[in-house]
């Protein structure tokens, strides 16, 4: 069982559609960062957080270290949110490294 | 630039062939991480530095692969002997301090091992 597992693994909506992509961790964490990959490999960080919500535009991230759970929220999705979104946690353990979930394949059709 | 700059942006090699990876990471930004990602797979870390100190070695998967940062800014990334398992894209994440900060991607190397 993978330390950091998200959920779902392929997503489709859309245009205008409210999507939720479900992050789980089984560690203790001191930060998660939600990243999002474009085709060709470019990364974008979206979030860090370490505790409660962060909003930025139509994104909304939020955590809850108690039940080691996170998500990411997109309102009003766009033909141009699709993209591959990553989940990697800093655990407490493990000192410089992040741990990456497996992604969660967006695509929003017109 | 404003951004994480890797080079080359594509690299082919033979197998046995050395190869060299650049990252020019945001002017400032202390700590450097190296990120292998395997095709469909999400990044696997290799390797960390802080300023020009390598502190943290421990994802790099075998003695072929060597990591530098001589002067706390670029970084290199060398490959001696290449094998078709090293195929992927090298990512090059850079922050101002740490991982308790907002990472910023470099667009990534694609090495193809032929």
Same mark, same amino acid.
């Given at each position: ?7 779902? #693994? ?21 930060? @998660?960062?939600?990243? #999002? ?7 974008? =960080?979206?979030?860090?957080? =370490?505790?409660?919500? %962060? ?10 270290? #108690?039940? %080691?759970?996170? =998500? @990411?929220?997109?309102? &009003?999705?766009?033909?141009?949110? =699709? &993209?591959?979104?990553?989940? &990697?946690? %800093? %655990? ?13 394949? @967006?695509?929003?059709?017109? | ?8 942006? +594509? ?5 046995? *062939? ?7 990471? /945001? ?8 990120? $292998? ?7 696997? !870390?290799?390797? +960390? !530095? *802080?300023?020009?100190? $390598? ?23 060398? /490959?001696?002997?290449? *094998? $078709? ?18 990472? !910023? !991607?470099?667009?990534?190397? *694609?090495?193809?091992?032929?």
């Amino acid at each position: 069982k993978n330390e950091v597992e998200q959920s779902p #693994q392929n997503l489709t909506a859309q245009e205008g559609e409210f999507i939720t992509i479900n992050c789980s961790y089984s560690v203790g964490i001191s930060a @998660l960062h939600w990243l #999002q990959q474009h085709p060709g490999g470019g990364i974008v =960080s979206l979030f860090m957080l =370490s505790s409660g919500k %962060k909003k930025h535009g139509r994104l909304i991230a939020t955590i809850n270290i #108690q039940e %080691k759970h996170s =998500s @990411l929220h997109i309102t &009003a999705s766009h033909p141009r949110d =699709s &993209a591959v979104y990553i989940c &990697a946690v %800093k %655990k407490e353990t493990s000192g410089s490294r992040l741990t990456f979930g497996e992604g969660t394949q @967006l695509t929003v059709n017109p | 630039g404003a951004g994480v700059s890797q080079s080359p942006r +594509y690299k082919v090699a033979k197998r046995g *062939q050395d190869v060299a990876l650049r990252c020019d990471p /945001i002017s400032g930004h202390v700590s450097l991480f190296w990120y $292998q990602q395997a095709l469909g797979q999400g990044p696997e !870390f290799l390797t +960390y !530095f *802080q300023n020009e100190a $390598q502190l943290d070695k421990s994802g790099l998967p075998s003695d072929r692969f060597f990591a530098e940062r001589p002067e706390g800014s670029v970084s290199t990334l060398k /490959i001696q002997r290449t *094998q $078709q398992e090293d195929s992927a894209v090298y990512l090059c994440a850079s922050s101002f301090t740490g991982l308790k900060e907002k990472l !910023f !991607f470099g667009s990534g190397t *694609q090495l193809s091992v032929l």
